[in-house]
Structures are given as C-alpha cells and as structure tokens.
C-alpha cells in the first residue's frame, strides 16, 4: 500500500509556504523616474543588547550584561549634496517633459488631486519639437525614400516609395444599414 502513503515532507513544506505567503504583501508599481534612486546620505541606528551568561563552576554564578549601542553608516560614492542635486534634476527635466501635457489639460486644475502637479506645471511652457515632418511620415521614411532616388537600380524590402496612408475603407455614415448574412443551405 505504497500508494495510499502520505508524504509528510511535502505537506509541511506547502504549510510553511502557505504561512509565509500570509505575511506577502502586494506589489505596488513605482514611477521610477520620480523616485530618489537610493540616495542615502548616512544612517543612524541605535540599539540595545542584553546578555546572560551562566556559570557552571562551583559557585555557579550568574553574569548579567547590558549596553546601549550608536552606529553611523556612511556610503561611499558621490556626497550627499551632489546626489540630491542629480536628484532634484532627474525630477525637474521630468516635470519639463510633462507639463506641457499637464498645462494643456485644463481639467485637471480642477480636480483636487493633482494640485500639486498642477502647482509644479504652472508657468512652465516647453518648446516644442519641430523637426518632425508635417505629413505622417517619419524621418527614416524620408531617409529611406532618399536614397531610393539616389540608387534606383537597388532593390529593398517593401521596394516602393512610402506615402502618406491613404486607407481605401470608407466608413458608412450613422444611418447606414448593413447588408442580412447570407442563409446557410442544410441539407
């Protein structure tokens, strides 16, 4: 009756991790560019210890010991002035990519969650990228269209010249109704 054997091993290994996973906490997504990319300056810890120790010698005597302890840790690598600068930088380049989209959005200063975001956006007006084209297409479609004139006798990939899509699906207006599927013939 090997079979109807239980295996104790594995049920307390899957007890054990069934308890552990009791104490697992979820996982919350970070914004990782508005972070503190684990600047750490310095740590202070302080603590207390306590100590008993028996004697076994003829006297059978008993030591007590207590004492209070102050460790600083100091990390290597960039001063702490330094690296809350790059901090404070990484944010603010941030701030100046978003808040054009943040200023454009009137409706969120209106809303009372994002006064801060808002506060941090007011006044602050990006340029504007303008070395994208006016037509849909890309720089490396234009590149690409370049060099096809310069070398007509080469043959690409997807050997055509490369437009502005112009789909030829039309969508039917509101009212339109669509045609009944066929029948299907059971014999």
């Not at 109807?4 to 007890?15: E, P, R």
């Not at 840790?73 to 603010?92: F, M, P």
């Not at 200023?103 to 994208?132: E, I, M, Q, W, Y």
């Amino acid at each position: 009756m090997e079979i109807a054997k239980m295996n104790y091993y594995f049920t307390g290994i899957l007890i054990i991790l069934l308890c552990l996973l009791a104490w697992v906490g979820p996982a919350y997504p970070r914004n990782e560019y508005l972070n503190e990319y684990g600047v750490r300056c310095g740590e202070m810890e302080i603590s207390t210890e306590r100590r008993d120790t028996d004697y076994n010698y003829s006297d059978s005597s008993t030591n007590e010991q207590q004492g209070i302890r102050f460790t600083y840790r100091k990390y290597l690598g960039t001063d702490c002035k330094t690296s809350k600068e790059n901090v404070a930088i990484k944010q603010q380049l941030e701030l100046m990519k978003m808040c054009g989209r943040v200023n454009a959005n009137p409706s969120l200063a209106n809303n009372s969650n994002f006064n801060l975001l808002v506060s941090k956006c007011r006044g602050v007006n990006p340029a504007r990228d303008n070395t994208r084209p006016n037509d849909s297409k890309s720089l490396w479609d234009d590149m690409k269209d370049d060099y096809k004139k310069e070398n007509p006798e080469l043959n690409l990939m997807g050997d055509k010249f490369i437009e502005p899509s112009k789909s030829k699906l039309k969508i039917p207006p509101k009212d339109y109704i669509l045609p009944l599927p066929k029948p299907k013939n059971e014999d």
